[in-house]
């Protein structure tokens, strides 16, 4: 089989990549090591920037996103027993967010796809890639007896922290940076109403809490649990009990339970993977970075290296020009690094660590107060949860 672009990886990135390039007449395959039933069963945050509202619809697949979607024009955090709130819309000259799942995007990729006749293949077992350093790198995977190989012109990486393609990269090549946090997310999904039009952070002494939503009548809460915690430590009472107790009065008592519909824990992590090109190797999403879920910058990141992939790739097929494909790793990591410091400075604001200091807590007052006092801080706030330019 010979293909222009081989995509390693069926989830959000790889979709919107196969078929942004599937418009503009370049041939793509997707493999997935998985079932398409499993992919979509996938829990995951749906916080859109406007600027990967905007890739959806130019890939054909915003309708039911523009239909079900919730723009909220700002966010809340709780502190102190009180709610506060940031206007996206006033500081980030009239931007905003849309609250979609990202398994929502997920399913209108895969039938977008489906539409175009696209080649995805599932259960595509033993990934490889191969002579990526090369001008003619292949990659195999196994089809139940059979080994099949994919000539093609590049590789695109997208299959996640754990997936192959990273790994392929030389380790004398590959630098790495992490930061592993102490303590995890335990979230629920419940079909409640939210208890606010808007998604709500708190800040408590007893940890971090997160009111959010997937639509009017669907919620997603999460409260920071020590990272030795299991699911199986936590009724469903015992998430709600401790919830309220970390909300201001007037957000706990709108809050209805219910029953959840979907419990896990989420470790946090910060991640980067440089370069984030190796021959014709080109790393995007989780295969390359990683952020902590607060600020929901990571399927939004993901988004700009597709971004950047993307016209690169249109300008190496329909101009010969190669620039974009060489300054790929150099420019999607500037815009990473912006992300991941945004996701850590709300992740030091908000949260509770284990070995800090009196000093430590007074710093976080200190910086929560400054937030909500400057016009300038708020900017710079909304700026960044909106999305930075592509």
Known sequence: MKVQVCIIGG??????????????????????????????????????EHGFAKLMHEAQCGQRMDREGEVHHGFNIAHDGRLDRVDLHKYSSGNSVIIYGQTEVTR??????????????????????????????????RSGENTIRVDCDYVVGADGFHGVSRKSIPKNVLREYEKVYPFGWLGILSRTPPPLSEVAYAKHERGFALCSMRSRVLSRYYIQVP???????????????ELKRRLPEELAARLITGPSIEKSIAPLRSFVAEPMRHGRLFLAGDAAHIV?????????????????????????????DD????????????RVWKAQRFSWWLT???????????????????EMSYLFASETAKRLVAENYVGLPF
């Open 11 to 48: 989830g959000p990135s790889g979709l919107l990549l196969s078929q942004l390039l599937h418009l503009q007449g370049i041939d793509t395959i997707v493999l997935e090591k998985y079932s398409r039933e499993h992919v979509l069963a996938r829990i995951r945050a749906g916080v859109l």
């Open 108 to 141: 209108d990729l895969y039938e977008a796809r489906d539409r175009l006749g696209g080649k995805v293949v599932h259960h595509a077992e033993d990934v490889t890639p191969h002579d990526i350093a090369s001008d003619a790198p292949y990659v195999t995977y």
């Open 227 to 241: 990272s030795s915690d299991k699911v199986e430590d936590w009724s469903d009472d015992a998430f709600w009990a």
């Open 292 to 320: 902590p879920p607060t600020g929901a910058r990571g399927l939004n990141t993901a988004a700009s290296d597709i971004y950047y992939l993307y016209h690169a790739l249109i300008d190496h097929y329909r101009k010969g």
């Open 323 to 334: 620039s974009g494909l060489d300054g790929y790793s150099e420019k999607a990591l500037a």
């Open 348 to 366: 030091m604001l908000l949260h509770r660590f284990p070995d800090r200091l009196p000093y430590d807590d007074r710093l976080q007052d200190i």
